[in-house]
């Protein structure tokens, strides 16, 4: 579900001139987008099973790599190298076109799955990843371009509509397809089978691309924007930060407190330049809806991440098992971008976001109480269907918001703070995460299978990420700018 939260992240998608294929009648389907549709709703899907499948992996993985202390940063370091990755991606789409970042992102992406699926330790897991985050990162911008430049206005609603529907198979299938992999054949094939898979989207949609940026080239009177190199080296700032944060929070000692420090001070003014002004103070109006899309996904995905890893550990579930916990959240998740969609509750927006944060934290405290052996291991489950409705309602109603409160020329440069804010709270709060549980005991117990994991390691992170929630909840009254 993580890159449900996924929105355009670069002017090149809203700026671009409209094709010329804008009088045909024909939908996403019809003969001159078939083959292109297919291609990159193929990539979304792969994506997709691919983000599904690694909760229902991980834990066997980390305890075979003797890493469970390194178990949140194997999700975390994907969005560390992520936040380089869109701003490369979103200046590369503007001054080239999507394909080159495109096919990169994809062969990058594939890289990192090797890397990961053949990793001998768990660091070498954490770094496939991350290899894996760059390739996202590439991908899934261009990917918004490519719809901007090679689909008239009126279809663009149906391919991003598609692109939610991509995720909707693989949060019923992955769980169960990722822990009959990982049961019968081992975690590895989970990675390693997916880059033969990528290649078929590729031959697929490659031609449709190519004779649509050939068709574009031909449009455009002047060459794409300078890239910015202070903007990526913003970026990177923010990355490296991340991640010597990330670094010292493994270590917990006193020699931790220098990579703490200079991952601070190179996180923290590389943020302030790189979201709307006000955004970490949350200022009404824009800067709030920006910030409420990371304190979203971060306390959702952080409190995500552990569920599978506290129902193998605290119950005893197989890894499949375990793994379809998290199905009826995708579920739930469409069903609340729906509702919020619906005609006469656009006056209810605020509303929404409220409700939708206040969802999320009553089924972040509900999923804890399994760590109670009397209390049943489906209840996880239905408090996950709860928290996916009401991330359904709050990430949608937020990303409309910011389309509202965005003048046309800044649509693109607030799409990708608000890309922005998503990946760093993921980053921050399952890094966050990470810290608690292995400072908790969580990180420090044997690889084997029966080895215990304490249950307050879950319990902390579980409280910790409803307050996270609640927070949310009631700063959600600021995304009314200031009459």
């Known amino acids: 579900m993580m890159g449900m939260t996924t929105a355009p992240t670069t002017s090149a998608s809203s700026s671009i001139p409209t094709p010329t294929a804008e009088s045909d009648t024909g ?22 099973f691919e983000a599904t499948a690694v909760n229902t992996a991980m834990p066997v993985a980390a305890r075979q790599l003797d890493g469970l202390g390194l178990y949140a940063f194997a999700f975390s370091g994907y969005f560390t190298s992520t936040l380089f990755a869109l701003v490369v991606s979103g200046q590369w789409c503007d001054r080239r076109g999507p394909m080159g970042p495109l096919f990169s992102g994809i062969a990058v992406f594939g890289a990192g799955l090797v890397v990961a699926g053949t990793a001998a330790n ?77 290649l078929l989207p590729l031959v697929v949609m490659g031609p449709a691309l190519r004779r649509s940026e050939r068709a ?37 000692d006193l020699p931790a407190l ?12 590389a943020v302030l330049r790189l979201l ?10 824009l800067p709030t809806v920006i910030l409420l899309r990371g304190v979203a996904a971060g306390a959702f995905f952080a409190a995500e991440a552990f569920i599978p890893l506290m129902m193998v550990t605290q119950r005893g579930l197989s890894p499949t098992m375990a793994g379809l916990t998290l199905t009826s959240g995708g579920l739930s998740w469409a069903l609340g971008s729906w509702l919020q969609g619906r005609p006469g509750v656009q006056r209810y927006r605020e509303a929404m976001i409220r409700l939708g944060f206040v969802l999320t934290a009553v089924a972040i405290a509900s999923a804890a109480l399994v ?30 918001l910011m389309m509202k409160l965005s003048a046309p020329e800044e649509a693109g440069a607030n799409s990708a703070s608000l890309q922005m804010s998503d990946a760093l709270g993921n980053v921050l709060l399952i890094g966050l995460s990470g810290v608690l549980f292995a400072g908790l005991g969580g990180g420090s117990v044997a690889a084997a299978q029966d080895s215990p994991v304490p249950a307050s390691a879950f319990a902390v992170i579980f409280l910790v990420m409803t307050g996270v929630a609640l927070f949310g909840a009631l700063v959600s009254g600021r995304v009314r700018a200031r009459a």
Request: glycine fraction near 12%; charged fraction near 10%.
């Open 371 to 400: 760590l109670v052996p009397a209390v049943p291991t489906w209840a996880a489950a239905a408090a996950w269907a709860v928290g996916g409705l009401g991330m359904g309602l709050t990430v949608a109603s937020v990303s409309v």
């Open 122 to 198: 768990m660091w070498l897991f954490v770094a496939g990843r991350a290899i894996q985050g760059l390739g996202g990162g590439l991908v899934i911008v261009a990917l918004y371009v490519v719809v901007g430049r090679a689909f008239p206005e009126r279809l663009r609603p149906s391919v991003f509509a598609a692109f939610s529907a991509a995720w909707v198979l693989p949060s019923i299938l992955g769980p169960a397809v990722s822990g009959a992999v990982t049961q019968q054949l081992g975690w590895r094939w989970v990675f390693l089978a997916v880059p033969v898979l990528i």
């Open 27 to 48: 939908g996403v389907l019809s003969g001159p987008y078939r083959a292109l549709t297919l291609g990159i709703v193929s990539v979304v899907l792969l994506l997709a």
């Open 276 to 285: 709307p002004a006000g955004t970490l103070r949350a200022a009404r109006g």
């Open 258 to 269: 220098v990579p703490a420090l200079a991952g601070a001070g190179l996180l923290l003014p």
């Open 216 to 252: 574009q080239r031909e449009l455009e009177t002047a060459p794409g924007p300078e890239f910015d190199r202070r903007r990526s080296a913003l970026a990177a700032m923010a990355a490296l930060g991340a991640g010597l944060l990330q670094y010292a929070g493994q270590r917990l």
